[in-house]
């Protein structure tokens, strides 16, 4: 979007303009704005600049005709209430700012409880032939402990980590699967207890694929006919696995054996249909399939929610539907939006309270990445236009906001 370099003269009310300073250098919260008002002219004044940048295409009105160029003149009663105005301006960002680097720290501890849980999937996967025993008892370890996480907050906040380089998507999924059912599970009112079979199903709900072959999991080429109805037996292969232990839940087994059942019929390994499927496998068969057509399919999330919502309602219980719709708001972590203003960010954070207002990372050209302004959409009063496809995006801002090709989330409490 092209802008045109004019004289400060020339700004009015309605010109969208760009300040050629870093975001430190000045009092507004963001470099480029729409001017709203005479009294933000007079402070770009103030910070001593000739010349800036406006965005036509992004502007309510032309600049003034260069006869109409005029330099103003305060008297001090205006020059003392433009000084008070700046510093209560610079007040407001430094909060912003400390605002910010609390959150940052907040996203930096949840991504490390993540990595955390993800070391300790990895562990009692390995373990789960060898020493079953061992390996239930831990997963059950884990699961207490985020379900006690998960009640004793009022309300949550999910967010968007980073999934790490290892390769092996088995961790990634089976971890992403249990924090969402469990998410969704006390969404939907479930107790503890209920919680807990939830996350130790979802958690072990794909562990029948260590006995097929690692060619055919990693395969990027369509499956043939035989290696589909291989594949369609992995939820078997999981409960012959689990058998080898007989302190596994049979509530948790159910949701190993039809975490690909459909309410439709159209579901393996068996075709069962509306109740013939119990609640908590129905709960997680619809996020494992969210999380596959994030993963497998590479749809962004908000395409993958609305496809559910949209063309396969009948295939999942809506109560849950409903439920995860909420639960991931309109625009999941990790959508790639346009915000009213034009700019272009990646959602990191939702809350539960706030489903329309997440908190989006913003690709500025002039801010380092890693400075990189993550705003609160209620707090500066902008909204979500739309949802960009991440490989529509320039080269430039595709880089900056780094969109997840795997998308992983986890949980924090609240803060207020």
């Not at 089976?174 to 207890?193: D, F, I, P, Q, Y």
């Not at 999942?316 to 999941?332: A, C, I, Q, T, W």
Request: charged share 25%; proline share 6%.
């Amino acid at each position: 979007m092209a802008g045109i370099k004019i004289s400060v003269d020339r700004l009015q009310v309605g010109n969208y303009v760009s300040l050629p300073l870093g975001w430190r250098e000045h009092p507004f919260l963001f470099s480029s704005f729409l001017i709203k008002e005479q009294e933000q002219i007079e402070l770009i004044r103030r910070l001593g600049l000739k010349q800036v940048v406006i965005i036509p295409d992004k502007s309510d009105k032309p600049p003034l005709p260069l006869q109409e160029a005029q330099t103003h003149t305060v008297d001090k009663e205006d020059e003392s209430a433009l000084a008070e105005r700046q510093a209560a301006m610079l007040a407001e960002k430094d909060r912003r700012i400390e605002q910010l680097q609390q959150y940052r720290r907040s996203l930096q501890h949840c991504e490390k409880q993540f990595q955390q849980s993800l070391a300790q999937v990895r562990a009692l996967m390995g373990k789960i032939q060898s020493r079953p025993l061992n390996a239930i008892s831990d997963a059950e370890e884990l699961v207490v402990s985020m379900t006690e996480q998960l009640l004793s907050a009022d309300e949550m906040v999910l967010h968007l980590v980073s999934d790490g380089d290892d390769g092996n998507n088995f961790f990634f999924h089976s971890l992403n699967v249990c924090v969402l059912s469990m998410m969704l599970a006390r969404e939907s009112g479930m107790e503890a207890e209920q919680i807990n079979l939830v996350g130790l199903g979802a958690l072990f709900h794909d562990i029948g694929k260590l006995k097929i072959p690692s060619q055919i999991l990693r395969k990027t080429e369509p499956l043939t006919m035989p290696e589909i109805n291989l594949m369609a037996q992995h939820p078997r292969y999981g409960l012959e696995l689990l058998s080898l232990t007989k302190n596994f839940p049979d509530e948790a087994r159910g949701i190993v054996l039809r975490h690909h059942e459909y309410l439709d019929g159209s579901g393996y390994p068996d075709g069962l249909k509306g109740n013939q499927i119990d609640p908590l496998s129905q709960l997680v068969s619809l996020v494992n399939e969210y999380d596959n057509l994030c993963h497998v399919k590479s749809r962004v999330p908000y395409s993958a929610l609305s496809s559910l919502y949209k063309q396969r309602r009948s295939q999942f219980n809506d109560h849950y539907l409903s439920k995860l719709v909420r639960l991931l708001g309109l625009y999941p972590p990790g959508s790639v939006v346009q915000l009213s203003d034009g700019r272009v960010g990646l959602v990191m954070s939702i809350n539960a309270s706030r489903l329309l207002y997440p908190s989006v990372l913003v690709y500025d050209a002039r801010v380092p990445r890693h400075e990189a302004a993550i705003i609160d959409l209620e707090q500066v009063g902008l909204t979500i236009a739309k949802v960009i496809h991440p490989k529509r995006l320039p080269p430039a801002i595709f880089e900056y906001l780094n969109p997840r090709t795997r998308i992983s989330y986890y949980f924090e409490h609240a803060t207020t």
